[in-house]
């Protein structure tokens, strides 16, 4: 009775908003730790991804396919499976399988291999002439890496790492609904179990807001990085 | 010295081996401009490759100033990478970077130190004419600027050696003429080999001492820039020389041409051209000293001197009216004195 009626989504005087700013609170911690956990993970696998690519090397190839298979195992996995099976790694990663810090490896597991083939596709659109000419002067390996694929993929990494972080937005809501906090759990047990729309449209309209706000820091950085 | 000993380089494709570069030989001094001419996929660019690493010879050796090239550890190839600077057709520079930035690229490769990098890049790009524009990015210029930009920076570390692949292909032809003539500058100001390749003769002629010309991965001719402009041996080195010296009548030379013709019947119409110091010699008031019935007309002359001043090639539309034993004469005379005459006839 109390879950029918439109007027119900505005009954803003039975929301906890200490609650609900904990939760945000929450959820944004999850989201810019993972995000930048994500970041790191993403462009090593990346680059390793972009380095093994079309070798001669009969141990490197094998290495390619070793990492683009775990990479494509672990991007076809749907996210609330992923976190259940990653329940005894998250355990002795962190100790504990509730809380922002649980849901992290399930996160990071989930979304690195994700940005990987992002950074991966970014790395190959580097001008192949550019490489060359750096090659041509001398460059070693990891001078070529952190002064030419990097710097001349950055809008395009950058842009990778908007769209991952928004689509971990989505899935620490997903982590929520088994214990890991934040807003997605608010809005679950408090909202859709307590029969309080008011607490699930809050929870909504504050993730939508999260998600427009990296999506405009993302856009901003990509438009001040890209000097094309 | 830069000598390539029986080189080639043969790709290994799908669809079986394609010889890029067979059995060259080549000799390239130090402090001369050297260029190599030849149509895409003649092999030039996988050629001059070996000399920084960027390709390696399938057979054959390389070697500079007497020391292997082609066997080096990655430490020793970037260590001579360092010592060979190179030009691009695009560019080739880095987006990321202002121009500033980018001429300091290949100085922080080896470390040098920011104050010193900033003062040599400086100075670089006030060589090149980019003074005022340190802090604009490469999609702020011209692709005149940007090839600069790329000269500045394949300049940074002080090279014996400067590579440039068709450097000026992408550029107009005014701009292509500014580049050349920095080029050209370059040249007599710094001490350094430098290695051109192009498809257009007009750089050779503009920058090379020496010329070799390839065609599908041989060399078939070699020489002084003088010698192959005024006695091409190949038929592919005629067809570029003749890019180059006008030789068929210009559009605007036809309608006088077809007038004449018609005018004249019993004239004949000829192009004559001089070679070398035949230029500077009375030919043609010699000749009409000796058939002084002969009437001639000039259509259209042109001279123009090559690079090192060792020789020039002029070209000139006449037309001769007189008998025709006259003619022939002339013709004659002209042929004893070497001069390359080609007869137009009505159509």
Same mark, same amino acid.
């Given at each position: 009775?109390?879950?029918?009626?439109?007027?119900?989504?505005?009954?803003?005087?039975?929301?906890?908003?200490?609650?609900?700013?904990?939760?945000?609170?929450?959820?944004?911690?999850?989201?810019?730790?993972?995000?930048?956990?994500?970041?790191?993970?993403?462009?090593?696998?990346?680059?390793?991804?972009?380095?093994?690519?079309?070798?001669?090397?009969?141990?490197?190839?094998?290495?390619?396919?070793?990492?683009?298979?775990?990479?494509?195992?672990?991007?076809?996995?749907?996210?609330?499976?992923?976190?259940?099976?990653?329940?005894?790694?998250?355990?002795?990663?962190?100790?504990?399988?509730?809380?922002?810090?649980?849901?992290?490896?399930?996160?990071?597991?989930?979304?690195?291999?994700?940005?990987?083939?992002?950074?991966?596709?970014?790395?190959?659109?580097?001008?192949?002439?550019?490489?060359?000419?750096?090659?041509?002067?001398?460059?070693?390996?990891?001078?070529?890496?952190?002064?030419?694929?990097?710097?001349?993929?950055?809008?395009?990494?950058?842009?990778?790492?908007?769209?991952?972080?928004?689509?971990?937005?989505?899935?620490?809501?997903?982590?929520?609904?088994?214990?890991?906090?934040?807003?997605?759990?608010?809005?679950?047990?408090?909202?859709?179990?307590?029969?309080?729309?008011?607490?699930?449209?809050?929870?909504?309209?504050?993730?939508?807001?999260?998600?427009?706000?990296?999506?405009?820091?993302?856009?901003?950085?990509?438009?001040?990085?890209?000097?094309? | 010295?830069?000598?390539?000993?029986?080189?080639?380089?043969?790709?290994?494709?799908?669809?079986?081996?394609?010889?890029?570069?067979?059995?060259?030989?080549?000799?390239?001094?130090?402090?001369?401009?050297?260029?190599?001419?030849?149509?895409?996929?003649?092999?030039?660019?996988?050629?001059?490759?070996?000399?920084?690493?960027?390709?390696?010879?399938?057979?054959?050796?390389?070697?500079?100033?007497?020391?292997?090239?082609?066997?080096?550890?990655?430490?020793? #190839?970037?260590?001579?990478?360092?010592?060979?600077?190179?030009?691009?057709?695009?560019?080739?520079?880095?987006?990321?970077?202002?121009?500033?930035?980018?001429?300091?690229?290949?100085?922080?490769?080896?470390?040098?130190?920011?104050?010193?990098?900033?003062?040599?890049?400086?100075?670089?790009?006030?060589?090149?004419?980019?003074?005022?524009?340190?802090?604009?990015?490469?999609?702020?210029?011209?692709?005149?600027?940007?090839?600069?930009?790329?000269?500045?920076?394949?300049?940074?570390?002080?090279?014996?050696?400067?590579?440039?692949?068709?450097?000026?292909?992408?550029?107009?032809?005014?701009?292509?003429?500014?580049?050349?003539?920095?080029?050209?500058?370059?040249?007599?100001?710094?001490?350094?080999?430098?290695?051109?390749?192009?498809?257009?003769?007009?750089?050779?002629?503009?920058?090379?001492?020496?010329?070799?010309?390839?065609?599908?991965?041989?060399?078939?001719?070699?020489?002084?820039?003088?010698?192959?402009?005024?006695?091409?041996?190949?038929?592919?080195?005629?067809?570029?020389?003749?890019?180059?010296?006008?030789?068929?009548?210009?559009?605007?030379?036809?309608?006088?041409?077809?007038?004449?013709?018609?005018?004249?019947?019993?004239?004949?119409?000829?192009?004559?051209?001089?070679?070398?110091?035949?230029?500077?010699?009375?030919?043609?008031?010699?000749?009409?000293?000796?058939?002084?019935?002969?009437?001639?007309?000039? #259509?259209?002359?042109?001279?123009?001197?090559?690079?090192?001043?060792?020789?020039?090639?002029?070209?000139?539309?006449?037309?001769?009216?007189?008998?025709?034993?006259?003619?022939?004469?002339?013709?004659?005379?002209?042929?004893?004195?070497?001069?390359?005459?080609?007869?137009?006839?009505?159509?």
């Amino acid at each position: 009775m109390n879950n029918q009626g439109l007027s119900t989504y505005f009954k803003f005087s039975s929301v906890n908003w200490n609650n609900m700013w904990g939760a945000t609170w929450e959820t944004l911690w999850m989201t810019v730790v993972s995000v930048v956990l994500v970041a790191i993970f993403g462009i090593l696998l990346g680059l390793l991804l972009y380095e093994t690519t079309g070798s001669n090397n009969i141990v490197i190839r094998g290495l390619n396919t070793l990492v683009a298979l775990f990479v494509n195992v672990f991007r076809s996995i749907p996210f609330i499976i992923l976190i259940v099976l990653l329940l005894p790694v998250t355990q002795t990663l962190v100790g504990t399988q509730i809380g922002p810090k649980a849901a992290l490896p399930s996160l990071i597991f989930s979304a690195a291999p994700f940005y990987a083939r992002l950074v991966e596709l970014a790395f190959h659109e580097v001008d192949g002439g550019v490489v060359e000419a750096a090659e041509s002067m001398g460059a070693n390996k990891w001078q070529l890496i952190y002064k030419v694929l990097i710097p001349e993929s950055m809008p395009a990494l950058t842009s990778g790492i908007t769209v991952t972080a928004i689509s971990l937005i989505g899935y620490t809501a997903m982590a929520g609904a088994i214990g890991a906090g934040g807003l997605g759990q608010l809005a679950y047990t408090d909202g859709f179990q307590a029969y309080n729309n008011a607490i699930t449209f809050t929870a909504t309209i504050i993730i939508v807001v999260i998600v427009f706000i990296f999506q405009f820091l993302g856009d901003f950085a990509v438009r001040h990085l890209d000097k094309r | 010295m830069i000598e390539f000993k029986n080189v080639s380089k043969i790709y290994q494709t799908k669809s079986g081996t394609v010889p890029a570069v067979q059995n060259v030989s080549l000799k390239i001094n130090t402090d001369e401009v050297f260029g190599i001419i030849g149509f895409s996929g003649a092999g030039k660019s996988t050629l001059v490759r070996m000399m920084n690493g960027l390709e390696t010879p399938t057979s054959g050796e390389l070697s500079i100033n007497g020391k292997r090239n082609d066997n080096l550890s990655k430490k020793q #190839l970037r260590e001579q990478r360092r010592k060979i600077g190179m030009i691009f057709q695009h560019f080739n520079l880095l987006w990321s970077r202002t121009v500033l930035e980018n001429i300091m690229f290949p100085l922080e490769l080896t470390g040098m130190s920011k104050s010193e990098r900033v003062k040599k890049a400086t100075h670089l790009a006030e060589l090149v004419g980019l003074g005022e524009r340190i802090n604009a990015y490469p999609s702020q210029l011209s692709g005149g600027q940007k090839q600069r930009v790329g000269i500045a920076r394949a300049l940074a570390n002080d090279p014996a050696i400067l590579i440039s692949d068709e450097a000026t292909s992408a550029l107009d032809p005014q701009t292509t003429d500014e580049v050349l003539d920095l080029l050209a500058r370059i040249k007599s100001k710094l001490k350094l080999t430098i290695v051109i390749i192009t498809h257009e003769m007009h750089v050779i002629r503009r920058l090379a001492d020496r010329v070799a010309v390839m065609e599908n991965g041989h060399v078939i001719e070699e020489g002084t820039v003088a010698k192959v402009f005024t006695r091409p041996e190949q038929e592919l080195t005629r067809k570029f020389v003749n890019t180059e010296t006008d030789t068929g009548p210009d559009e605007d030379v036809k309608p006088v041409i077809s007038e004449l013709l018609q005018k004249y019947p019993e004239g004949q119409l000829l192009q004559l051209k001089f070679h070398g110091d035949q230029v500077k010699m009375p030919i043609v008031s010699e000749m009409l000293h000796q058939f002084p019935d002969l009437q001639l007309s000039i #259509l259209q002359g042109s001279v123009r001197q090559l690079q090192d001043g060792s020789g020039s090639i002029g070209s000139l539309f006449v037309q001769l009216v007189g008998n025709e034993k006259d003619i022939k004469g002339a013709l004659e005379f002209l042929r004893t004195m070497r001069v390359e005459t080609e007869v137009y006839k009505h159509e």
